[in-house]
């Protein structure tokens, strides 16, 4: 059977680190938690300022700018980290095939099957569609490398098998 459509693209570590970004952020859980551990910081901070302990309050508030970007930052290393070690997909060449009831993944050294009814959800980003085969992991489609006709289909998928929020 032909596919419908089909499309190429390199897995870069680009690719990987706007998948995390949009991995953190659609999870409401990991948001909710980051924020109220930001809250515990910024809280004491509020309160050393009104009780007059002015370089107290300072710290807090420091501290409250500097733990996310140092989290950010610690996460970024950990992904690059994970993709540099990767040396199967590391700069792999992925084509992917969509048929009527599935997507095919064929790379240099795998060859997967998905049936989009076993999808945990369908993301789509400014710059990607994401085909979540789980909480954590996903097939990066990039819009970049996308037909205009494959991008309608994607979102039409995403009305069917997306999840409902």
């Known amino acids: 059977m032909e596919p419908l459509y089909t499309m190429e693209f390199e897995y870069t570590l680009e ?14 859980k990991r948001v909710a938690l980051s924020l109220l551990l930001l809250a515990f910081v910024v809280a004491p901070g509020i309160f050393c300022f009104l009780w007059g302990m002015v370089s107290r309050g300072v710290l807090c508030f420091v501290w409250a700018v500097l733990w996310p970007v140092a989290r950010w930052f610690r996460i ?13 997909m590391k700069d792999a060449r992925l084509a992917v095939s969509f048929f009527g009831d599935r997507f095919e993944v064929d790379s240099a050294f795998s060859h997967s099957v998905c049936h989009y009814m076993d999808l945990y959800d369908i993301a789509e980003t400014k710059t990607d569609f994401c085909l979540m085969l789980g909480e ?13 006709e494959l991008i309608g289909f994607l979102r039409d998928l995403k009305e069917k098998y997306g999840k409902k929020r």
Do not use: G, H, L
């Open 15 to 28: 690719t990987v680190m706007r998948w995390n970004k949009t991995f953190f952020f659609r999870n409401e």
């Open 76 to 88: 970024r290393r950990a992904v690059r980290k994970s993709y540099e070690t990767d040396k199967q």
């Open 136 to 148: 954590r992991s996903c097939q990066i489609v990039p819009k970049a490398d996308c037909p205009p």
